[in-house]
């Protein structure tokens, strides 16, 4: 089935932030304890929940400060082959 809709690098971000923000939300910890505890600046905390954009490395830090970094380590880790081709250059030499 061919997707039709394919959402944004914004929306996606977006809708990050937002899943983000409800977890924090959810284990009752403010903005200003979260950017102490993870040691991204408040500024770059308020940004990314208002924009969805932060570097990687902050991101990285606000997953291991909520203690969700799992699931970053898990990302990509078991995406399914799209083609024969794809199974063909994946194999080993």
Do not use: C, H
């Not at 990314?48 to 490395?57: D, R």
Request: glycine letters at 6%; hydrophobic letters at 40%; aromatic letters at 6%.
């Amino acid at each position: 089935m061919v997707n039709l809709y394919q959402k944004t690098w914004a929306e996606i971000n977006t809708d990050i932030a937002n899943r983000m923000i409800q977890l924090r939300k959810r284990r009752k910890i403010s903005q200003k304890e979260l950017a102490v505890k993870s040691g991204v600046s408040l500024g770059s905390l308020k940004r990314f929940e208002q924009t969805g954009e932060i570097s990687l490395q902050s991101f990285t830090k606000l997953a291991i400060a909520l203690e969700v970094e799992g699931e970053l380590e898990a990302l990509f880790s078991e995406v399914p082959f799209g083609s024969i081709e794809e199974v063909i250059n994946g194999q080993t030499k």
